[in-house]
Every structure is written in structure tokens, then in C-alpha cells.
């Protein structure tokens, strides 16, 4: 089955600057590549999200590229702010309708 | 607000019990997933209908069952309740086939004690 790897687990940056998170996956059939942001006892909601015939995709600050000769795809947020500290999850599906695998998360915490 | 609902929002319940979380997905979608949510293991996949029919298994253990019922709400039923079993519990739906994204319902926390 799939397997997402998810890095750095932490992630402590100062307001203004940036943020990448990177996770890889094993399956070469995964497809689809969503985010989720989890604040503290809250539902994870999905922040953005890539298919796998796109290489790149932007809302405002929050971009996510995907290389999938490599396995891998980013989550780069721009101009951080306090209000984006919680924990990020990526995840990979193989098919519309299909389970989510999750990495392990990234808790970013981003100091004012 | 994500428009999947879940309840109840807290469960403490002693070992070796049994417990019923209910799940009513957003409006039209037909597909349920659970997702267990530990400090150690992260999100892990269970289970998912679709419709009514079970599609998919995950990680899930003998002693957890769940159902989609024809008004698409769905239940999980967690019995002889052990103390690793606590976790939040969440749901997700989508709406069909050919629909990717997992809208996630605001979980379940049991506690086992």
C-alpha cells in the first residue's frame, strides 16, 4: 500500500518568512494530493490540493508543487503569519473516491 | 464549517465497553470515511461506504464495525474497549465517484479509562 513520509516534523520560522514542508510517497499510481491544516482540537480542513497533471498550483500565499518522477510534492506558504501556526498534514490518494494516506504531520509554529 | 457533523463531540467510557459514533455526512455526498486520530499514529484510515456498501478497509480492528444507513448518516461501533483504543475519531464525506476531495467532520474524542 502507500506510504507518505512527511518533513520536518516541527517547523519554527519567524512572522514574515517562509515555510516549506515536503512529503514523499511510494505508490506511482497516487493522483491526487491534498493539504490539511489541523488547528489545536480542531478537524484537519483542507487548505489546497494538486493533481497529478499539474505541477504547480498557488492560492494567495499557499502553493503546492508536486514532482512525481521524484514522488515528492511541497507545501510553500509565503509571508507567514501567527494565524497559520498549527499542524499540516499532506496526503496522497490513488483515485477519486478512494482513502487518503496521511504523513506523519508537520506542527509549524510561527513567532510574531 | 465543513458541513459534516459528528456526535457526540466527547465520550469517557470505562475498558471493556461499548460505544456508537455517529456521522451525518454533507448534504448529497455518498461517501463516508472514518479516520482514527492517535498521539503516535497519526491519521489512519478505517473504513468507508459509499452509498450504503462497504468499499474500502483500512487499519481497522475486529472489534470496530460501522454502517452507512439509507439516509447516508453512518455509525462506528467501537466494542470491548481497550485503553489504546482513545483517540479522536473523525469522519469525512465526499460527494462521488470522481469527486477527490475529503471534507473532515469536527471528530469524536473518546476517552478509555
Known amino acids: 500500500g502507500e506510504n507518505v513520509e512527511q518533513h520536518p516534523s516541527t517547523l519554527s520560522v519567524q512572522e514574515g518568512d517562509s515555510a516549506v514542508i515536503k512529503c514523499t510517497y511510494s505508490d506511482s499510481a497516487s493522483n491526487y494530493f491534498p493539504w490539511y491544516k489541523q488547528e489545536l482540537g480542531k478537524r484537519p480542513q483542507l487548505i489546497i490540493d494538486i493533481r497529478s497533471n499539474v505541477g504547480e498550483k498557488k492560492d494567495q500565499r499557499i502553493a503546492v508543487t508536486l514532482n512525481k518522477t521524484a514522488k515528492h510534492f511541497s507545501l510553500h506558504i509565503t509571508e507567514t503569519q501567527p494565524e497559520d501556526s498549527a499542524v499540516y498534514f499532506c496526503a496522497a490518494s490513488n483515485n477519486a473516491g478512494n482513502m487518503l494516506t496521511f504523513g506523519g504531520g508537520t506542527r509549524l509554529m510561527v513567532k510574531p | 464549517d465543513s458541513g459534516v457533523t459528528q456526535t457526540p463531540k466527547h465520550l469517557i467510557t470505562a475498558t471493556g465497553q461499548r460505544v456508537t459514533l455517529r456521522c451525518s455526512p454533507r448534504?448529497?455526498?455518498?461517501?463516508v470515511y472514518w479516520y482514527q486520530q492517535s498521539l503516535d499514529q497519526g491519521l489512519q484510515f478505517l473504513i468507508q461506504y459509499y452509498n450504503g456498501e462497504e468499499r474500502a478497509k483500512g487499519n481497522i480492528l475486529e472489534r470496530f464495525s460501522a454502517q452507512q444507513f439509507p439516509d447516508l448518516h453512518s455509525e462506528l461501533n467501537l466494542s470491548s474497549l481497550e485503553l489504546g483504543d482513545s483517540a479522536l475519531y473523525f469522519c469525512a464525506s465526499s460527494a462521488s465517484a470522481g469527486q477527490y476531495e475529503q471534507y473532515f467532520g469536527p471528530g469524536t474524542r473518546l476517552t478509555v479509562t
Open positions: 448534504s448529497g455526498d455518498l461517501s
